[in-house]
Each structure stands twice: as structure tokens, then as C-alpha cells.
């Protein structure tokens, strides 16, 4: 769901997004756009076999399955400012890794592992709010976007555009992606973004 959750979601607010950006450009209020922003990781740079096997079915591994679906984010953010672009819209996209944050990830573990996993990692380990800077940045810094346009929209944890690995970077593999979740997710077709503009009605 790390994937398809996101893509479903955005894709089931983009009309209302659309409208409001819409909306703005016509009042002349445009310094801030609306915007999705999508919490990704450096763990992408794991992820590289998204399309050999995309739900983990032939092996499963923690780390690539997580990998791969940290790469399907940052791939998503790509196409869909692409398809956002060829569509007139300005909305816009942002993908980011926001830091290694120390979090309830354990706590289903027994009390006293869990104590002993804070004291332990709590020196090296960024805080929940400190790991929400880059997040806070990306929803709201009217330059954020224009800033990472050179990366396909990722930031680091800094808020510094940074290159995300070359898979990510694919264009064929980020249609494929695109395709693969709508037929996962059973897409209305309502929702979709074509990915190229449509024609005026009456033109072909």
C-alpha cells in the first residue's frame, strides 16, 4: 500500500486540486499552487526489480519490497507532473526522504526491547519533528517546487534537491508504473491523467 494508496489517493483529489489551481491563476493568485506531496526514502535506491515483480510474489525480501515501493513514490511524482505538464495543469508534485527518524516502528516488540531501541538509537536518529522539517517545507515553501524541478521533484531530508537513483529517472518504467496501478487499483476512468493532452472536443 506504501504505492498504491498514494497513487489512488491523488489521483481521487487531482480534479478538485486542478479546479482550485485553476481558480487562482484566473484571480491572479498564483504565488502558491496547490500541491501534492509524497514521503518517500532514500530506501528507493534499493528498489530494482519494480517490474520483474512488483508485489513480491516470485521472492519476498523486506528491503527490496520496500525498496521497490519507495521507488514506485518517487517514480509517480515524476509521471505525474509530466502528465500534469502535457495536461495545461499547474498543480504540482513533490517527493522527498525525510531523514532517519526514530518512530513506533517497534513498538509491537516487547516493553523492555523498546526501551532499550530509544536509548540506544535516540543520539543518531532524528526526532519525529525534526523528520516532518522536510514535509512542513514541501507543502509549504512557494519556491520548493521550482527548486527541485532539476530532480523530477525529490528533496532530501535538508530540503536540498537531490538526484534520485536512475530508475527513478525512467521514463518507460514510470508509464509502465502508471498503467500497472491503474489496472491495480481499478482506476475510475474519470480519474485518470491522459499522458499526452487531449484535443479541443471536435478536433482529432
Not at 515501493?69 to 499547474?90: D, H, I, M, P
Request: with cysteine; charged share 15%; proline share 7%.
Amino acid at each position: 500500500t506504501n504505492h498504491l494508496s498514494h497513487f489512488l489517493l491523488s489521483l481521487g483529489l487531482l480534479p478538485a486540486l486542478r479546479k482550485t489551481a485553476e481558480q487562482q491563476q484566473q484571480q491572479q493568485q498564483g504565488r502558491f499552487l496547490p500541491r501534492i506531496v509524497t514521503v518517500a526514502s532514500a530506501m528507493h535506491h534499493l528498489g530494482y526489480r519494480l517490474q520483474q515483480d512488483p508485489l513480491s510474489q516470485q521472492s519476498y525480501s523486506a528491503e527490496l519490497a520496500y525498496g521497490n515501493s519507495k521507488l514506485a513514490q518517487v517514480l509517480f511524482t515524476a509521471e505525474l507532473n509530466r502528465r500534469l505538464a502535457a495536461a495545461g495543469s499547474s498543480v504540482q508534485a513533490l517527493a522527498l526522504h525525510p531523514g532517519n527518524v526514530l518512530t513506533n516502528v517497534v513498538q509491537s516488540l516487547p516493553a523492555a526491547i523498546q526501551s532499550a531501541y530509544r536509548a540506544l538509537m535516540k543520539s543518531v536518529l532524528l526526532t519525529p519533528e525534526q523528520g516532518a522539517r522536510g514535509a512542513v517545507y514541501a507543502a509549504s515553501d512557494p519556491s520548493a517546487f521550482d527548486k527541485a524541478a532539476s530532480t523530477g521533484g525529490y528533496l532530501d531530508c535538508s530540503t536540498r534537491p537531490v538526484e534520485p537513483h536512475p530508475l527513478a529517472r525512467d521514463p518507460q518504467l514510470a508509464a509502465w508504473l502508471w498503467q500497472w496501478s491503474k489496472e491495480q487499483v481499478k482506476l475510475p476512468a474519470g480519474w485518470d491523467l491522459p499522458a499526452e493532452a487531449e484535443p479541443p472536443a471536435g478536433q482529432q
